[in-house]
């Protein structure tokens, strides 16, 4: 049981959360500023983009995992299928399942370090669902065929290529060291040729999110799933003094975690990319009322 006393334990340190997670965050610029040194990397030294790239690279090998061990609980059962109206089905329950897993071919957005790219391994298959199609049992995945992992950031390439490994992905899951706003030119992707996107953590910190957003969706087949977790804007009718904080909060965020904003209206951009079968996007169960990074999580299936 929570009581009163444990209740605002648990608020000061989620109000406080961002403030240390920035200054470990600073911890890692040093190292970063002295091995592009080391390296003569001058061109990263004098270009903040490159600089923040390199940075936020490194941070990310010691964030990366722990945002995984907090978020798993949810990430693994949504690209199952089974989050629905921001609630895990138990795998015993299905019943209410609306929407297959992931499978067959997926675009992942900003892979990053490959935190999540295990999931996409065949050692994640429930027995029941092992049909080398993209899957039609709601709440089941099935076998992965290829993966794109749009990831723009070569300084997370590395560790996101032990992670393929490490994972039996080697056939599988392909790299596109591209922003998705160049993943057009690019020519690795067709329109309309993916059955998922996968999009964790990562809409905060493309370039024109609307935009490319929009763009995104014309990738997805006819009855494609787009898998999200994200984290989102507080607006003012959720509370006055947390949109003011996370407001606050914002004018230091981006410059110091690799450009991630948090005052992006994602769901809704998300919601209106284009017309979808089905939309289930909502925040996670029992978010309280003093998280200063919200999250939205859900499937739509276009
Ligand atoms: C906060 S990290 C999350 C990484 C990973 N999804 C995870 O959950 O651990 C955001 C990722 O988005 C990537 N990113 C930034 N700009 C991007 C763009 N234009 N297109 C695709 N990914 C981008 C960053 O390089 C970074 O790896
Ligand atoms: C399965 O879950 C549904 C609601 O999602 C519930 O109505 C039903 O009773 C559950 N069935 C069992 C056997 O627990």
Redesign the pocket.
């Known amino acids: 049981m929570a009581t009163p006393l444990s209740r605002t334990k648990e608020a000061l340190a989620s109000l406080l959360f961002p403030w240390r997670f920035m200054l470990i965050s600073l911890t890692f610029l040093p190292s970063t500023l002295l091995t592009l040194l080391r390296t003569r990397d001058f061109h990263s030294l004098f270009s903040w983009p490159l600089l923040q790239a390199a940075w936020f690279g490194r941070f ?1 090998s010691w964030a ?1 995992p722990q ?2 061990l907090s978020a798993e609980e949810l990430v693994v059962p949504l690209l199952e299928g089974r989050v629905v109206a921001g609630k895990v089905l138990p795998s015993t329950n299905l019943s209410s399942a609306r929407v297959p897993g992931v499978g067959g071919t997926v675009l992942e ?5 490959g ?2 790219v295990s999931i996409f391994s065949d050692r994640y298959l429930s027995p029941s669902s092992t049909s080398t199609e993209s899957g039609t049992t709601p709440g089941t995945r099935a076998k992965v065929t290829r993966v794109y992992g ?4 070569p300084a ?1 390439h590395p560790q996101l290529r032990a992670k393929i490994a490490e994972a039996g992905l080697g056939d599988v899951y392909e790299i596109v060291p591209v ?3 160049d993943l057009a030119s690019s020519g690795r992707v067709a329109p309309e040729s993916v059955d998922c996107i996968v999009s ?3 809409l905060c ?3 024109e999110p609307r935009k490319n957003i929009a763009e995104l969706y014309g990738y997805l087949k006819p009855g494609g799933r787009w898998f999200v977790y994200e984290h989102v804007k507080r607006p003012l009718d959720e509370g006055w003094v947390m949109s003011l904080y996370q407001g606050f909060v914002n004018l230091l965020w981006p410059h110091l975690i ?1 450009g ?1 904003d948090l005052r992006r209206d994602t769901a809704q951009w998300l919601k209106k990319a284009g017309p979808w079968s089905e939309v289930d996007l909502v925040h996670p169960e029992n978010t309280p009322w003093y998280h200063t990074v919200p999250h939205t999580i859900g499937i739509l299936t276009k």
């Open positions: 990310w990366g945002v995984r957005i900003g892979p990053g370090s935190n999540w749009v990831e723009p950031n997370q922003g998705i706003e964790v953590l990562c910190s493309i370039p690799g991630c």
